[in-house]
Nanobody
Framework: QVQLVESGGGLVQAGGSLSLSCAAS????????MAWFRQPPGKEREFVGA????????YYADSVKGRFTISRDNAKNTVYLQMNSLKPEDTAVYHC????????????????WGKGTLVTVSS
């Protein structure tokens, strides 16, 4: 069982930056590939990006490529999402998720989900 808790959401102006964190419980964090998803208001959840167990591989949705960066610290059981050049359309609840193993890339089939943190980008 893995529990995921996101933090770092808030209100930011367009063009600004925000950094999200996702803390994972358990001693096997490095066995999981991690991903970020988001759900904009009134819309379906969508994939944002992913990072493999070692942090060597990353993969991003086209909508965030070049603006968002995923990283992880296995010693701290934490994955991060650095968001730069934010746009109003980035407004959403951001969820982190974990998938056991090293299948790659991962955009679905996640095993565990966090409850999410709200990011609001004002114009």
């Amino acid at each position: 069982q893995v529990q995921l808790v996101e933090s770092g959401g808030g209100l930011v102006q367009a063009g600004g930056s925000l950094s999200l964190s996702c803390a994972a419980s358990g001693r096997t964090f490095s066995s999981y590939s991690m991903a970020w998803f988001r759900q904009p208001p009134g819309k379906e959840r969508e994939f944002v990006g992913a990072i493999n167990w070692s942090g060597v591989r990353t993969y991003y949705a086209d909508s965030v490529k070049g603006r968002f960066t995923i990283s992880r610290d296995n010693a701290k059981n934490t994955v991060y999402l650095q968001m730069n050049s934010l746009k109003p359309e980035d407004t959403a609840v951001y969820h982190c998720a974990a998938r056991y193993g090293d299948s790659w890339p991962i955009t679905s089939g996640m095993d565990y989900w966090g409850k999410g943190t709200l990011v609001t980008v004002s114009s």
